[in-house]
């Protein structure tokens, strides 16, 4: 069964840096696409970043601050965060869906429990 876990969250000052981490076991990462997902307390989830066999996609509000890559001989994705603002405080989620397409928030079948980004002084 495909699993998903996400570590690296933490309190980072604004303007800091973070790196989340997305270990996945139980398929073969080069034939998913992997989503980063983001829920602040009383908000609706959002979409952060996404990677797929054929690129990557990212939001408006984090583009040119996170970049995604994957290593798929360890298995895992990562998610670089730079230049941190308040409102990336949530907690972040990654995400499977079987598809080499380019890769969008629609749809995801598995999920991991979330880590914490708190960005405050």
């Known amino acids: 069964q495909p699993q998903l876990v996400e570590s690296g969250g933490g309190l980072v000052q604004p303007g800091g840096s973070l790196r989340l981490s997305c270990a996945t076991s139980?398929?073969?990462?080069?034939?998913?696409?992997i989503g980063w997902f983001r829920q602040a307390p009383g908000k609706e989830r959002e979409g952060v970043s996404c990677?797929?066999?054929?690129?990557?996609n990212y939001a408006d509000s984090v583009k040119g601050r996170f970049t995604i890559s994957r290593d798929n001989a360890k298995n895992t994705v990562y998610l670089q965060m730079s230049s941190l603002k308040p409102e990336d405080t949530g907690v972040y989620y990654c995400a499977a869906d079987m598809s080499t397409l380019p890769c969008t928030w629609y749809w995801y079948d598995y999920w991991g429990q979330g880590t914490q980004v708190t960005v405050s002084s």
């Open positions: 139980g398929f073969t990462l080069d034939y998913y696409a």
């Open positions: 990677i797929s066999r054929s690129g990557t």
